[in-house]
């Protein structure tokens, strides 16, 4: 491995140390124990990827020729399994939260799950522990964009799981922010493994929008209901 991929090791911990500082600037944030849980939950959910990982490298012995295999990694494998385990700390340990009452709550807890998450699986995807290395293109670009990338997906599945506290339609709510959650994921992951440079330029803006999109969604939901 190339020196300049340890580097992106460094990614995900510098936008953690940025979100913090924003915070405590921004909004004068005395406690960060939350935020300090959500990091270390995010990188521990790193486990349920490791074996969902290794139980379909068990049963296929890295035999993705096919359309059909690789649609499946992709999608169920890599992005549904690390989408719903950090959906597990998010509903479990940070909803029931009194001070977590609408989206804004839930795309800031998610966020810094996703961003301990990848802090993690930046370095076993970097050392080829999970995912698919010899099929990956471009490969150093994918390290330095796998932490912004789960920030959007953090952002998306914290919004929808938020709409849940804020509807109290929780199943919905929650099952759609997974489904959208993984669904980027796996359009992100798909595009390096298949080296489409359209479907990453696609990703790339079509992230930034949405990932715009539900922060200032969720900024004007808390202010409405504050007033």
Not at 36 to 62: H, M, P, Q, T
Not at 104 to 114: H, K, Q, R
Request: charged letters at 15%; hydrophobic letters at 55%; glycine letters at 6%.
């Amino acid at each position: 491995m190339s020196l300049i991929n340890y580097f992106s090791f460094a990614v995900s911990p510098l936008l953690i140390f940025a979100f913090v500082l924003y915070l405590k600037f921004k909004f004068s944030i005395k406690s960060f124990v939350n935020i300090r849980n959500a990091v270390l939950l995010g990188a521990i959910s790193i486990v349920l990827l490791i074996i969902a990982n290794y139980l379909i490298e068990l049963k296929w012995d890295g035999n993705y020729k096919n359309m059909r295999r690789m649609a499946f990694f992709v999608f169920v494998v890599v992005a549904f399994s690390s989408e719903f385990a950090k959906f597990i700390p998010l509903k479990f340990s940070f909803y029931k939260l009194k001070n977590f009452s609408g989206p804004l709550e839930g795309v800031i807890y998610s966020a810094f799950i996703s961003l301990g998450f990848s802090m993690v699986a930046t370095v076993l995807y970097a050392f080829g522990l999970v995912g698919s290395l010899d099929k990956f293109h471009n490969f150093t670009l994918f390290l330095y964009t796998l932490p912004l990338a789960n920030l959007v997906f953090g952002i998306a599945m914290g919004f929808f799981v938020g709409m849940a506290k804020l509807r109290k339609n929780t199943f919905i709510d929650c099952a759609t922010g997974i489904f959208v959650a993984t669904f980027f994921h796996g359009l992100f992951y798909f595009g390096f493994v298949t080296s489409d440079i359209r479907l990453l330029i696609f990703d790339a803006i079509g992230f930034t929008i949405i990932g715009i999109t539900f922060l200032v969604k969720s900024v004007s939901l808390k202010l409405e209901d504050k007033r």
